[in-house]
């Protein structure tokens, strides 16, 4: 069998439904390939946004996401999205052409050594010399990516490889000797954490994405009700633990809620689960440490004790760890420290906007109320974010976003992977104005593929979070932050045949909410948003 | 302080460079590295010396733990291992010299591997401590050239860092 062919079995093997892709000459024989195979293959206007749709096809699935680039431009093309989804432990299997074998090293047309360029975010990565290696490589990358930590892993194939005839067998079991991750916790420890829960007077769960890698939001869910302890999340760990759930105190962090900042300041033993202890999430964990017992849960040993030092470490993958816990825990009551959380709580004022403009945060709240329970809701980066972050009350849905590298231009093609991953529910993108015009090209992805997603840009004229901070910091001296000579994004919606509307009132804002929960297909509403609008809370 | 961490590789394309990168990447200090192929060709030993503190060295191990080509890692204590170097020092040495250096090499144990009408090129394989003396000593000669190959070490008596069973 033609290599190419085989690369295509692969996938299918891998039970691949869709992948996201960019040709170009020295991928052209797996292209052919395709030809003849069911997988849908999504072509998007720039690689980037291939790698950032199958990050939220992924995510959505629970599976390696699949993304596709030619050699050279279209390998570092994808540079971005492979960071992002190595820095929010995203699996992705990214397959890139490459020159001919005999050419590499020869600065040929085309020619970029992907393997080397992208080392610092990747998982693992093979440039396949030898043919006979490819099926054992696919079968590695997919195992790799979706284990342990996951995250991304590239294969580079030379063009002349994928013309090579094999014998095709794909493995059907994987055994690297150098890769064993630890997933089941070690029992005495389990029962220190256990222990150490019991006598927490005031215990806090703080999770993060790595909820979602193990697919343990029930688990959570059920040990944090069973001994009633309080539950705070990180970015990325933002819809693990359900917005109505009363034991709920929202996201911690530089922009997070008060409550939540006041919840970890609090407590007197902290559960970490999942979470790696970013400087965006917990700023000063000398602080932390000084008062509060520290136990955290990571698959990953080298996240355990490197920002935050810990009292109880335990490895494992959060899922099973947290069974062991709940077969031994105890029911608790915390009343007295629920009490004193919620002392604390604060209604929030809807602070009065100009004529002619929304509240962000009044019309992503309202947004949620509206939309169905189990939306995907995908958050650019800037203030958008923060506002989706901590005004969007996620249900039953997901929250995405790119959490750990902030990739401005993530929210658009991530729904797009979020819509594919599963046509049956709803999916909503919000953003900046900036951040749509670095992404708005996807657009088009979206009509040829008929992926409908409904899209939210919060218009600000600015680059709003950076404009934030040159006013807080820089004298507000605004420097190259201005939007000035952007389009109208209502035109250019209408001009992909999206239909559109703007929001500059209580009363369009209600319409439009209306339209985002019930129409079907593609829907782009605009916000006006006052420039200087904060993402500081009153 | 300095560590001593030994690691057992795959001995891929692309591997050495993964942990190389590492180190720069995370901002770790390396004073050498060595690296060379074990008894079994497909592994390969890199001995790398860190100079940090405990929680350096521990991140170092856990994030080399964390490369897929990374077979083993076991920071060697100062009790349990052997470490030795190799250098290699090329000088201008006028005939009415020689003996000298004859004699420096005789007491530091080094030996004289090659002569030409105007140098001589001495090699010592030994501790770190005794190779920086070495070339303490011949510094006030017309040094040319010094090459130096790292550290490299094992652990003393019967302990073994190996894969076989
Ligand atoms: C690719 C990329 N470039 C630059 C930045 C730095 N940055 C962070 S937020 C921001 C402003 C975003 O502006 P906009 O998309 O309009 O969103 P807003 O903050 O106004 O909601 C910028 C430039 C980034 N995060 N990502």
Request: aromatic share 6%; glycine share 8%.
């Amino acid at each position: 069998m033609r290599v190419s062919k085989a690369m295509v079995k692969c996938l299918e093997a891998e039970q691949v439904k869709v992948v996201f892709g960019y040709p170009g000459a020295a991928i052209c024989p797996f292209y052919d390939a395709l030809y003849e195979s069911d997988i849908r293959h999504i072509l998007v206007r720039h690689e980037a946004n291939a790698g950032h749709a199958a990050n939220g096809y992924a995510r959505i699935t629970g599976r390696p996401g699949v993304c596709i680039a030619t050699s050279g431009p279209g390998a570092t093309n994808l540079i971005t999205a492979i960071a992002t989804a190595y820095a929010d432990s995203i699996p992705l299997v990214v397959i890139t052409g490459q020159v001919n074998n005999d050419q590499i090293g020869s600065d040929a047309f085309q020619e970029a050594d992907i393997t080397g360029a992208s080392e610092p975010f990747v998982k693992h990565s093979y440039l396949i010399k030898d043919k006979d290696e490819l099926p054992k490589a696919f079968k590695e990358a997919f195992y790799i990516a979706g284990t342990g930590r996951p995250g991304p892993v590239l294969i580079d194939v030379p063009m002349d490889v994928q013309m090579q005839e094999i014998d095709f067998n794909y493995p059907k079991t994987v055994d690297i000797r150098s890769y064993k991750p630890t997933t089941k916790g070690n029992m005495l420890q389990i029962k220190r954490v256990i222990k150490a829960l019991n006598e927490a007077k005031k215990p806090l769960i703080c999770i993060g994405g790595g909820v979602f890698s193990s697919d343990a939001v029930n688990e959570i869910t059920e040990l944090s009700k069973v001994m009633q302890i309080p539950v705070v999340t990180t970015m990325m760990g933002i819809s693990a633990f359900s917005a109505d759930n009363e034991l709920f105190y929202g996201m911690i962090g530089m922009h997070g809620k008060r409550i939540a900042n006041k919840a970890v300041e609090l407590c007197d033993v902290i559960f970490l689960v999942g979470a790696r202890v970013g400087d965006r999430a917990i700023g000063n964990p000398d602080a932390v440490k000084k008062t509060t017992k520290v136990i955290h849960i990571d698959i990953d040993p080298a996240e355990i004790g490197k920002n935050l030092g810990v009292d109880i470490p335990l490895v494992g993958d959060a899922k099973l760890v947290l069974r062991k816990m709940l077969e031994l825990a105890n029911k608790k009551t915390h009343t007295d420290w629920l009490n004193e959380l919620n002392s604390l709580k604060s209604e929030e004022t809807v602070k009065p906007v100009k004529q002619g403009t929304v509240n962000p945060r009044k019309f992503i709240n309202d947004l949620s109320d509206k939309m169905p329970k189990n939306t995907t809701v995908v958050a650019d980066v800037g203030q958008n974010q923060i506002w989706s972050a901590t005004s969007y009350k996620i249900r039953d849905g997901r929250f995405l976003t790119s959490g750990g590298m902030g990739t401005m231009g993530y929210s658009v093609p991530a729904a797009i992977g979020a819509k594919l991953a599963d046509e049956n529910h709803p999916v909503i993108a919000i953003c900046g104005d900036g951040a749509f015009q670095m992404s708005f090209m996807e657009l088009a992805t979206a009509v040829q593929h008929n992926v409908d997603i409904k899209i939210v840009v919060m218009k600000n004229n600015f680059l709003g979070m950076v404009r934030e901070v040159q006013t807080n910091v820089y004298k507000n001296h605004l420097t190259a932050v201005s939007l000035d000579g952007s389009p109208d994004f209502i035109t250019l919606a209408k001009a992909y045949g999206i239909p559109a509307m703007r929001v500059d009132s209580e009363e369009t804002a209600q319409k439009a909410i209306d339209k985002l929960a019930s129409h079907k297909g593609c829907y782009l509403v605009e916000c006006v948003v006052d420039d200087f609008e904060s993402t500081l809370q009153l | 302080m300095k560590y001593t961490i030994s690691v057992l590789v795959e001995n891929h394309a692309g591997a050495l460079s993964r942990i190389s990168g590492l180190f720069s990447r995370r901002g770790f200090n390396i004073e050498s590295l060595a690296v060379g192929i074990t008894d079994d060709p497909a592994v390969s030993r890199v001995t790398i010396i860190v100079d940090g503190d405990e929680y350096i060295v521990e991140q170092v191990e856990k994030q080399l733990n964390k490369l897929i080509d990374v077979i083993k890692v076991k920071t060697l204590t100062k009790d349990e291992k052997l470490e030795r170097e190799l250098i290699l020092i090329k000088l201008r040495v006028p005939a009415e010299k020689r003996s000298e250096i004859m004699t420096i090499a005789d007491i530091t144990g080094a030996k004289v591997i090659d002569i030409s009408l105007t140098t001589m090129t001495i090699l010592l394989a030994d501790t770190y401590a005794h190779i920086c003396r070495l070339e303490e000593i011949t510094k006030p000669y017309d040094v040319l050239e010094v090459v130096r190959t790292g550290t490299i070490a094992i652990q003393k008596g019967q302990d073994v860092m190996s894969l076989k069973k």
